[in-house]
C-alpha cells in the first residue's frame, strides 16, 4: 500500500522543490483548474483479502469451460458498492469532457451534443429493441433509418448511402471496397490509390489496408492539393484518389470538380473525406463536385458524442457508378413496409453488392441522434451550422494570428479549424509546452504535430456550439499561454502543473506501456 491518501483522494503529488519554485512562478491564470484529483488505483485503494459483498458459500459447481477455467485468484479488491462507486466517480472526474469545457481538437469536431437528441436515444422503441427482432416489430426503427439515409442523400446531392459503417476510418474502407468492387466488375483492377499529403491519416492507412500502393501528392504552397502534380501521376494503374475536403489545413479544395474530371478522364474513382462535413453541409453539395464515394462522421457533423463519450457512426454515400457495389444489409420500402434486405437479391436484380462491413444494420443510437439534430435544424438551419463552425474558426484565427503564425492565415479565411505553427516560439519551448500549459489553464490540448505539412503545428477547431463568451475564455486562456512560450517563461517547460500526473514521458507511455498491475512485492522482485 503506497502513503497517498486514500480516502478523499486529494492531489499529494506537488512535493519536490523544483515543482513548487515552478509553481510559484505561474501567477497568471484566465482558465478554469480542471482535473485536480489524485486517484489511486482500485487494487491500492482495497484488499483482495477481503470481499465487498456478502454471498453465502457456494456449493462446487462442476465446470463446464474443459480446462480453460483459472486455476488461481486474480486478486481483485474487495470494495464495497459505495467504495466503488467513489473509485469510478473520482476517476470519471478526471475525465475531460464536452460538457466540462471547450475541447478545441482539430479534426475531431468535439461538439456540445443537445439533450433533445439523447432524449430521443432513449426513447424505449429505440433503444430497446433487437437487430434479431422480426422486422414486422422494429418498423419505426427502419423508418428512422431509411428517413436518415434521405437526408443524407439529399444534403450531399448523391443517389445513395450505406449506413452500416461505424465511424470514419470504416466509412473510408466502405468506399474503397466499393471502388474495388467496380473497377473489378469491369474488368480493370488498378493498383494504386494517390493521396494528397493534406489528407487525413486514416486515407493512405485505408488505402493500403485494401491492398492498395499509396503514393503521395504533394501539397502545393498554399497548402491545397498540387493539381498538375496530380494529373502528372493519373494513369492506367490508378483506381482513384482520396481527398480530404475541407483538407487538415482547415482549407476547402476548391479544384475538387476539375480533380474529379481528371481522374474519371483518366478512368478512376474519387474518394473524399468528408469528415468534417460539418464545415460546408448546406452550402456544397459534394454530388455537384463529382466525387464518387464520401463518408460522413455523423458524430462529427451531426453531434452525436464521440470519443469517450460513444460509438461513432461513418455512412458512405455513393455515385450512380458505386451504388450497385453497396454493402449488405440495407433498408428499403416497398408497399409501405420498410425491409432490411439481408442477402443478395435476385439475379435481376442490379445489385452486385462487395459483402458485409458489419453484423448488423449500424449503429442505431447515433442514427437516432443525428436525425434528431438534423430534424431540429432543418435544412437552413444546418446551413447555419456550418456558416457558425467557420465563423468561429476564423475567430480564432484572426484573434491569434498577431501571436501566433499561421501558415495559411494570409491566403484567406480557413474552414472549420485554425491553423498555426511554432515559428516565433522562444528557443527550446516548442508546441507541445504550449498544449501542457493549455491543461494547467483548465483545457484539453489543441490537435498538435498534425498536419505534418506545418511544422509544429496546432490545429485548433471550437466547433460552432459555442459561444462567443467561451471562445473569448479560452482565446485568453491560449494567448497566455502562448506569451509565455515566446517569451521563454521556464515554468511553461514543467506543466502541467496542476494534473494529477505532470510532464510524462510521452515516448515511454507509447513504447513501454504498463498495462498490468502487480502487487508492489512481485514488482520490485522482478527490478
Ligand atoms: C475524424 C476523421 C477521420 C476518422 O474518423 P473516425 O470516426 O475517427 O474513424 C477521418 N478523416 C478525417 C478528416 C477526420 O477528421
Redesign the pocket.
Known sequence: MNERDLNQGRPSRISDAANDSAIEAVTTFSGNKALMLDEPLIFELGSSETCGVDIDVMEPVESRLGGLERNKPIGLAGLSESETVRHYTRLSRQNYAIDLGLFPLG???MKHNPRLNEKMARVAGFSDIHPMQPVSTVQGALELIDELAHWLKTLTGMPAVAMSPK??????LCGILAIRAALEARGDAREVILVPESA?G??PATAAFAGYRVEEIPATEGGRVDVDALAARLGPDVAGVMI?NPN?CGLFEPDMRKISDLVHAAGGLVYC?G??FNAIVGRVRPGDLGIDAM?I?L??TFSTP?GGGGP?S?PVVLSEALAPYAPLPYVTKSDDFFHLIEEEQSLSDDSDTFGRMTAFHGQMGMFTRALSYIMSHGADGLKQVSEDAVLNANYILRSMDDLLDAPFGHSGPCMHEALFSDKGLADGFSTIDVSKGLIDEGYHPMTMYFPLVVHGAMLVEPTETESKHALDNFIGSFRNVVTKAKEGDMSLLSAPHFAPRARLDETAAARKPILVWNEPETAEAAE
Not at 167 to 172: F, I, L, P
Open positions: 479534426s475531431c469536431t465511424a470514419g476510418a470504416h466509412g473510408e487525413h486514416t486515407n480530404t487538415t473525406d469528415a468534417n463518408h462522421n458524430h462529427k464521440h461513432g461513418g
